[in-house]
């Protein structure tokens, strides 16, 4: 286990404000990736992983595929050969939409993904069906070895691309994007804690066959570990489970027939610091960049398949080379915002700046994953935040062409600038 880095980090903001040319956040992210030095990153021929969450099917905030262009166009400046890449979910059932490889590049080019937009190829890192894999050895607080998909162990660095949000167990940022995203569906499971026994269920609540979903309920199951007649019966020698059932019941029926056993969110943003380290023990952490979006801050993962309203308003753009500090600046420039009219900071009271928005809305201390982190010296808390003005980026017209355009126009006599009272018929007002 690695010690705490008592050094300060520096992390390099910029506002979400935009009333003149060169504050484009776009634009602000070019400019970010230079101040911050995420070139350094990368050397000359470098397979540069993007790793972002590109949507759900739902889902309507997350982090834009023009922003990822910018990036990829930054990652090609320094001579890295990039590609866009994330991994397959957990959860199956017809409302996860990312459960094969096949699946996501399916809603990736729904949601604005594709490898015309961004510039460069998109991988789903841990193959088809998500058992594409390397086994990695760790001391961790928690788990002693993970699997990391392989695309991300064979890549030579890696921009890590998060949207800042809340989440069921605190924050998500940089640090789930890696310890969390990184991860095949194995490394998932562990970190999860799941087994059939996670599982529970009150019969009781059932409403059987009368449900409307019930042929829904019963047929998603990947493994026919459920049948349903009166109540439900559920095979606890078939299920391996992939939470369908628990998410078909709580969120859409609101029956809560199954309820979940698993560990506390605190053990799983330890885990989160694990996974962490798994991916620094095949990828230099000295090659790895880290931008966050505060933008959109919803009280949700970017997973589920919808948007609740952001309960602070936008804040702008974050980046470091260190992921434990970026993730910590984030949650403090969270947490000093106005909650916004409206949602939940508002109906849980956190509207007043300086109020825990993660703890009210969440009920989880936001810094957990970030406290683990920094105990297995993977970056620091202290940091300094450096506010960064905007520029212009130069645009890149075709200004020849243009040339030849406004000759070839010119010589028309019929082209002249129009006389509005040429047009306009007088009505006496």
């Known amino acids: ?43 000359k021929g470098d397979k540069v992983a993007i790793k972002t969450h590109m949507g759900t099917g739902r889902n309507v905030r997350f982090v834009r595929s023009l922003y990822i262009r910018s990036i990829v166009e930054k990652v090609r400046q320094h001579g890295g050969d990039p590609f866009v890449c994330d991994t397959t979910t957990l959860s199956s059932g017809p409302w996860y939409s990312r459960n094969t490889a096949l699946d996501y590049l399916k809603i990736a080019v729904l949601n604005g993904y594709t490898s015309e937009t961004v510039g460069c190829p998109i991988i789903i890192g841990d193959g088809w069906l998500g058992d594409d894999d390397v086994t990695v050895e760790i001391d961790g607080i928690s788990l002693k070895k993970t699997f990391i998909a392989k695309a991300f162990a064979m890549a030579d660095a890696m921009i890590v691309v ?6 069921y167990v605190g924050f998500g940022g940089a640090l789930k994007n890696v310890g969390v995203g990184c991860l095949s569906k194995r490394g998932k499971y562990l970190l999860h804690g799941i087994d059939p026994n996670v599982i529970k269920v009150r019969k009781s609540r059932c409403l059987g066959i009368n449900c409307k979903y019930a042929r829904v309920c019963e047929e998603g199951c990947p493994e026919e570990a459920i049948k349903i007649s009166s109540t439900i019966e559920l095979d606890k020698t078939k299920c391996f489970p992939c939470y369908n059932c628990f998410f078909l019941c709580n969120y859409v029926v609101g029956q809560k027939v199954f309820y979940l056993t698993g560990p506390p969110a605190e053990t799983i943003n330890i885990r989160i610091a694990d996974g962490a ?26 997973c589920m398949e919808w948007s609740d ?79 960064v003005p905007p520029r212009v980026v ?15 126009r010119h010589p028309f006599a019929e082209f002249k600038p129009i006389n509005p009272s040429d047009f306009y018929k007088d009505t006496g007002q």
């Open 1 to 43: 286990m690695g010690k705490t880095t008592p050094e300060v980090s520096k992390v390099y903001f910029m506002n979400a404000r935009a009333d003149k040319f060169g504050e484009s956040l776009a634009e602000k992210t070019e400019v970010l990736f230079d101040e911050s030095k995420l070139g350094d990153c990368i050397s």
């Open 162 to 167: 998060s949207h800042a949000k809340a989440e």
């Open 277 to 302: 380290l798994a991916l620094t023990k095949v990828l230099n952490r000295k090659k790895i960049g880290c931008i966050n979006y505060l933008i959109e801050i919803t009280p949700e993962c970017d």
């Open 309 to 387: 309203m952001p309960f602070v308003p936008d804040i702008g753009i974050l980046a470091s080379r260190d992921m434990v500090a970026i993730d910590a600046a984030s949650i403090d420039l969270i947490n000093k915002a106005p909650g916004m009219p409206g949602s939940l900071a508002e109906e849980k009271n956190a509207m007043v700046p300086g109020v825990d928005k993660f703890r009210a809305i969440v009920g989880q201390d936001p810094y957990s994953s970030v406290d683990a982190a920094e105990k297995l010296g993977l970056g620091t808390k202290k940091y300094e935040l450096i506010e």
């Open 394 to 408: 130069p645009a890149t017209p075709d200004q020849d062409y243009l040339r030849r355009a406004y000759r070839v």
